[in-house]
């Protein structure tokens, strides 16, 4: 069975930069595309940055210029560099993929367990 394994998080001042990394935990698996969600307390999850297998990047409006997504095919990791962080960023972040699992034809979705997000003022 396959798991997505986070890494990184925790607390930064406001203004400070933290990053995250979604590593695929087999080999057998290629990322077909790879999102980082967060969620904050009393909010709904919300989609922060997505990237494709062919490196193609979306950002949500209220985090462009200030993160940024990136993917190593050899390490199977997807890593989100969080820059300029604010209070509004405060949220558990959890990664989801796509994963295709060699010689079948279909994706399938899987989510990270998520890790947290504190800015400190």
């Known amino acids: 069975q396959v798991q997505l394994l986070q890494s990184g998080g925790g607390s930064v001042h406001e203004g400070g930069s933290l990053t995250l990394t979604c590593k695929v935990s087999s080999t057998a698996f290629l990322i077909s595309k790879m999102h980082w969600y967060r969620q904050a307390p009393g909010s709904q999850r919300e989609l922060v940055a997505s990237i494709t297998s062919n490196g193609a990047t979306n950002y949500a409006d209220n985090v462009k210029d200030r993160f940024h997504i990136s993917k190593e095919n050899a390490k199977h990791t997807v890593t989100l560099q969080m820059g300029s962080l604010k209070p509004e960023d405060a949220a558990i972040y959890y990664c989801?993929?796509?994963?295709?699992?060699?010689?079948?034809?279909?994706?399938?979705?899987?989510w990270g367990p998520g890790t947290q997000v504190t800015i400190a003022a």
């Open positions: 989801n993929a796509d994963l295709l699992r060699a010689g079948e034809l279909r994706s399938k979705n899987y």
